[in-house]
């Protein structure tokens, strides 16, 4: 408040001061005819104008820069409103023809005989989101733990470069690599092994593999940042008392760092879930209720990129398409909601 005060009687000093000089200007060359002495006088007037003009600019741009990042807030606000008003009108034209039991409950998808029943689609993504989360978790965790508490410096500083790039590869790469690599191993040795002697390895388990590979690098950089985000004190005074390297990983490190890890698991599952071209590639794209995990399946984001070119000849297909990306936002948004509520509980519950 001082400070405001100050700052408007330094301004109503420096207007005057200007005001002043440049009366005095105006005298110097109509009363004495001193061309010179009116310059220098102008000049000064000039300067503590433009020193005022500075304030004021500076109080007007902190002013319009305010209003800009709110108006860049709110615009995400809308966007997410948008989005999901784009994707129910859309959705209308279909339920208008289609009841949505039959929709969802329903495994037959004929888009040419105006069947569109999404039942084995979803029970496909959600058994291809399930088992890589399975085979992430686990191994991100012990990955992150390795990392922060039992590598050396120099181990550390060269893995995390390799685990931040494997987050940027394209998802088509991992596709690529799928389709080369993973495809023929299922099919001629995993498959096998499991009693499955007829798999064409695009199928679930392939699907579920590079999708947790892909999971990988998420989960792992947030694991890290949350157990690196523990207080050192804290690890120390457990393992002062006699607990070991383990126990204080267990007892001290996992609670600490608990709701950082829940986070960085609920992003995992919101990157599977949505997941589309690698899982394209390997996943059979068969609307079928599989009887094995070596059988070829169908997953919602995969369904809109195998289908989305035949969208103009079939106007009710292309409803059925935004449908489904309706699901997706829809399912993606509900768990984020209890995800953002069950880390509030955690965050009380495992708080130091």
Request: glycine share 4%; proline share 4%.
């Given at each position: 408040?001082?400070?405001?005060?100050?700052?408007?009687?330094?301004?109503?000093?420096?207007?005057?001061?200007?005001?002043?000089?440049?009366?005095?200007?105006?005298?110097?060359?109509?009363?004495?005819?001193?061309?010179?002495?009116?310059?220098?006088?102008?000049?000064?007037?000039?300067?503590?104008?433009?020193?005022?003009?500075?304030?004021?600019?500076?109080?007007?741009?902190?002013?319009?820069?305010?209003?800009?990042?709110?108006?860049?807030?709110?615009?995400?606000?809308?966007?997410?409103?948008?989005?999901?008003?784009?994707?129910?009108?859309?959705?209308?034209?279909?339920?208008?023809?289609?009841?949505?039991?039959?929709?969802?409950?329903?495994?037959?998808?004929?888009?040419?005989?105006?069947?569109?029943?999404?039942?084995?689609?979803?029970?496909?993504?959600?058994?291809?989101?399930?088992?890589?989360?399975?085979?992430?978790?686990?191994?991100?965790?012990?990955?992150?733990?390795?990392?922060?508490?039992?590598?050396?410096?120099?181990?550390?500083?060269?893995?995390?470069?390799?685990?931040?790039?494997?987050?940027?590869?394209?998802?088509?790469?991992?596709?690529?690599?799928?389709?080369?690599?993973?495809?023929?191993?299922?099919?001629?040795?995993?498959?096998?092994?499991?009693?499955v002697n007829i798999s064409s390895g695009f199928c679930?388990?392939?699907?579920?593999?590079?999708?947790?590979?892909?999971?990988?690098?998420?989960?792992?950089?947030?694991?890290?940042?949350?157990?690196?985000?523990?207080?050192?004190?804290?690890?120390?005074?457990?393992?002062?008392?006699?607990?070991?390297?383990?126990?204080?990983?267990?007892?001290?490190?996992?609670?600490?760092?608990?709701?950082?890890?829940?986070?960085?698991?609920?992003?995992?599952?919101?990157?599977?879930?949505?997941?589309?071209?690698?899982?394209?590639?390997?996943?059979?794209?068969?609307?079928?209720?599989?009887?094995?995990?070596?059988?070829?399946?169908?997953?919602?984001?995969?369904?809109?990129?195998?289908?989305?070119?035949?969208?103009?000849?079939?106007?009710?297909?292309?409803?059925?398409?935004?449908?489904?990306?309706?699901?997706?936002?829809?399912?993606?948004?509900?768990?984020?909601?209890?995800?953002?509520?069950?880390?509030?509980?955690?965050?009380?519950?495992?708080?130091?």
């Amino acid at each position: 408040m001082r400070f405001n005060k100050a700052s408007t009687v330094i301004r109503k000093k420096s207007f005057f001061s200007a005001l002043l000089i440049l009366i005095l200007s105006l005298l110097s060359l109509l009363v004495f005819h001193n061309s010179l002495l009116f310059f220098v006088l102008i000049i000064i007037a000039v300067i503590l104008i433009f020193l005022d003009f500075i304030v004021i600019s500076r109080k007007l741009f902190d002013t319009i820069g305010t209003k800009v990042i709110l108006s860049i807030t709110l615009f995400i606000v809308v966007l997410f409103f948008f989005l999901f008003i784009v994707l129910l009108n859309g959705s209308f034209f279909l339920l208008e023809h289609q009841s949505l039991s039959n929709l969802l409950f329903s495994s037959t998808w004929k888009p040419f005989s105006n069947k569109f029943g999404l039942f084995a689609v979803i029970i496909d993504t959600l058994l291809v989101t399930a088992i890589s989360l399975v085979i992430a978790i686990p191994i991100s965790l012990f990955t992150a733990i390795y990392i922060t508490e039992y590598a050396p410096a120099k181990v550390r500083s060269t893995i995390r470069p390799f685990i931040d790039v494997l987050a940027g590869v394209p998802s088509v790469v991992f596709g690529l690599c799928a389709l080369l690599v993973f495809v023929p191993v299922v099919r001629d040795v995993i498959a096998p092994f499991f009693g499955v002697n007829i798999s064409s390895g695009f199928c679930i388990f392939t699907a579920s593999l590079i999708l947790s590979i892909m999971v990988f690098p998420i989960i792992i950089s947030l694991c890290i940042e949350s157990f690196s985000s523990v207080p050192i004190a804290l690890k120390e005074a457990s393992l002062s008392l006699g607990a070991t390297k383990w126990e204080t990983v267990k007892k001290v490190l996992f609670r600490a760092s608990g709701p950082g890890v829940l986070s960085a698991i609920f992003l995992g599952f919101g990157r599977a879930f949505g997941e589309t071209i690698a899982v394209a590639m390997v996943i059979g794209n068969q609307e079928l209720i599989p009887s094995t995990l070596f059988g070829p399946g169908q997953t919602l984001a995969s369904l809109i990129a195998n289908n989305y070119v035949e969208i103009s000849s079939i106007p009710l297909l292309e409803s059925a398409l935004i449908f489904v990306a309706l699901i997706l936002f829809a399912v993606v948004l509900l768990f984020n909601i209890g995800a953002y509520i069950i880390m509030k509980k955690a965050s009380k519950r495992w708080k130091y």
